[in-house]
């Protein structure tokens, strides 16, 4: 079975600095891969995905990930993380080599950044 | 257009009963995946409904079924509430040959 591991649970940094935030997934011969950004009492939002094509994705609003294929990471990074960024991230991931529909997350990574 | 809409928002219910939770999916869309969240847990698939069948069923129990109607919307029926059934439930909505899933913003349950 998929599984999602996001290593940190939680990550303070200040104002205006990078981050990344890291998701690892269990190998599969095809994956989709997603962030989701969840805010207090708020369902998730979708904030980036991969299904194909360039390994590198970006978002609307800065943020950033490249697909690894031989690490099987999804990392998502922020050159300049701004105050509204704090949030939870889930990264999910589709096996579709398995056929399957369903969304498999991480744990989470709280998100905090520090004025 | 409206995104996916829940309801209700909150629900408070007793060990041993029975809930509905009910979802419309996002205006074109026709698959309907339901999932449920812990408290500091990431969500766990439930089941996806897609042409009114189950299309695809995660590690719940036989308590947890659900619907699909003729319109596409949706609703998840829990029977035997547990303590441990206490959690977020989200529904999200995908529009046919998508993997790209957009969640609502869940029904609150609380079990005591």
């Known amino acids: 079975a998929q599984s999602v591991t996001q290593l940190d649970s939680q990550v303070p940094v200040f104002e205006e600095a990078p981050v990344e935030l890291r998701c690892n997934y269990s190998?599969?011969?095809?994956?989709?891969l997603f962030w989701y950004v969840q805010y207090p009492n708020q369902g998730l939002q979708l904030l980036l995905k991969y299904l194909s094509g360039s390994t590198l994705v970006e978002s609307i609003n800065g943020f950033e990930a490249e697909f690894n294929k031989s690490q099987t990471s999804f990392h998502l990074r922020k050159p300049s993380v701004h105050i509204s960024d704090t949030a939870e991230y889930f990264c999910a991931v589709i096996d579709s080599g398995a056929g399957s529909y369903q969304l498999t997350f991480g744990k989470g990574t709280k998100l905090s950044v520090i004025p | 257009d409206a995104g996916v809409t829940q309801s209700p928002t909150h629900l408070i219910k007793t060990r041993g009963q029975q809930v509905t939770l009910r979802c419309s999916p996002k205006s074109g869309h026709d698959t309907v995946s339901w999932y449920q969240q812990a408290l500091g847990q990431g969500p766990q698939f439930i089941f996806q409904?897609?042409?009114?069948?189950?299309?695809q069923r995660g590690n719940f129990p036989d308590r947890f079924s659900g619907h699909q109607f003729p319109n596409y919307s949706s609703e998840l029926n829990v029977n035997a509430l547990l303590l441990g059934d206490s959690a977020l439930y989200l529904c999200a909505s995908s529009p046919a040959d998508s993997v790209e899933q957009y969640f609502g913003p869940g029904t609150r349950l609380t079990v005591t």
């Open positions: 409904y897609y042409e009114e069948e189950e299309r």
């Open positions: 190998s599969s011969v095809s994956v989709y």
